[in-house]
């Protein structure tokens, strides 16, 4: 697919893997509407963008936890780009510890952003897909999301769940020209993964955000006619 011109949504784009994708799509010309809940990442990202690339950037500051936020900020954002041709679900959070050890308000937000979140935002974009008879969505998995794994469990459980709401999904919409994928990249070297301890030895050596933006773009450069259900992406340096 021709990306020049599209519009893409991306949540989480204020650091990380939504950071780089919305950079590896505004060097093909794509105008983004962005979301995270600092501002100050995306105030910057799109003063860089607009500067750079010469595409038109809009954002909103949005918790996609909370559903009615999110139904403002999407409205809102494709209002502005006239259409969302691409939306990327990747805002997302990592906690771990043993189940017996977590709160339940800890465990409840993690399935509430990284479920729920993902859930409230392609709800809320998906009709001007089906009006516009043409969309790709691409939700962020992880590995975690095809095994569990001890102190993983609300992490594992959101992103199981992700899998299942993206195939769902997808069998509803592929009819109306709607192409769903669930990507599951394994340690990308980003905060989430420094923060949840996920980050050991050289960084260097690991994953890029970068990396996974250009499986992004792949996928998205496929012909509209056919697209990618469900992709990993890893390392060949697994520390
Ligand atoms: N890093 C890894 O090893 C790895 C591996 C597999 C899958 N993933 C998945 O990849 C996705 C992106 O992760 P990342 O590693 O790039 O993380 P990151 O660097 O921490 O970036 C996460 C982004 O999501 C935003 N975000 C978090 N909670 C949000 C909320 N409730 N509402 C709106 N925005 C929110 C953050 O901004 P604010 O805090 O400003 O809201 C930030 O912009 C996540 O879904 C994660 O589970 C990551």
């Given at each position: 697919m021709e990306l020049k011109n599209k519009t893409a949504i991306i949540t989480g784009a204020g650091k990380g893997i939504g950071k780089a994708t919305a950079i590896a799509l505004a060097k093909e010309g794509v105008h983004l509407g962005l979301v995270a809940r600092n501002s100050a990442d995306l105030e910057s990202l799109q003063a860089l963008l607009t500067d750079t690339y010469g595409i038109k950037v809009y954002y909103i500051?949005?918790?996609?936890?909370?559903?009615?936020?999110?139904?403002?900020?999407?409205?809102?954002?494709?209002?502005?780009?006239?259409?969302?041709?691409?939306?990327?679900?990747?805002a997302g959070v990592a906690q771990f510890g043993l189940l017996v050890d977590m709160e339940p308000e800890q465990w409840e937000s993690i399935i509430?952003?990284?479920?729920?979140?993902?859930?409230?935002?392609?709800?809320?974009?998906?009709p001007t897909m089906l009006k516009q008879n043409e969309g790709t969505i691409i939700?962020?998995?992880?590995?975690?999301?095809?095994?569990?794994?001890?102190?993983?469990?609300?992490?594992?459980?959101?992103?199981?769940?992700?899998?299942?709401?993206?195939?769902?999904?997808?069998?509803?919409?592929?009819?109306?020209?709607?192409?769903?994928t669930a990507l599951t990249p394994s340690t990308v070297?980003?905060?989430?993964?420094?923060n949840a301890g996920?980050?050991?030895?050289?960084?260097?050596?690991?994953?890029?955000?970068?990396?996974?933006?250009?499986l992004i773009l792949a996928t998205l450069k496929l012909p509209q006619r056919v697209f990618i259900k469900t992709a990993g992406i890893w390392t060949t340096n697994p520390q």
């Open positions: 500051s949005a918790d996609i936890s909370n559903k009615t936020q999110v139904d403002q900020a999407v409205k809102t954002l494709i209002e502005k780009l006239g259409s969302v041709d691409i939306l990327l679900n990747n509430q952003t990284n479920l729920m979140g993902t859930y409230y935002v392609t709800r809320a974009a998906l939700n962020i998995a992880s590995t975690a999301g095809e095994r569990g794994f001890a102190t993983g469990s609300a992490y594992c459980a959101s992103k199981f769940a992700v899998l299942g709401l993206t195939e769902s999904l997808m069998q509803e919409v592929r009819k109306s020209n709607i192409r769903v070297n980003t905060e989430l993964a420094v996920l980050k050991i030895g050289d960084e260097d050596r690991m994953m890029q955000s970068e990396d996974v933006a250009e």
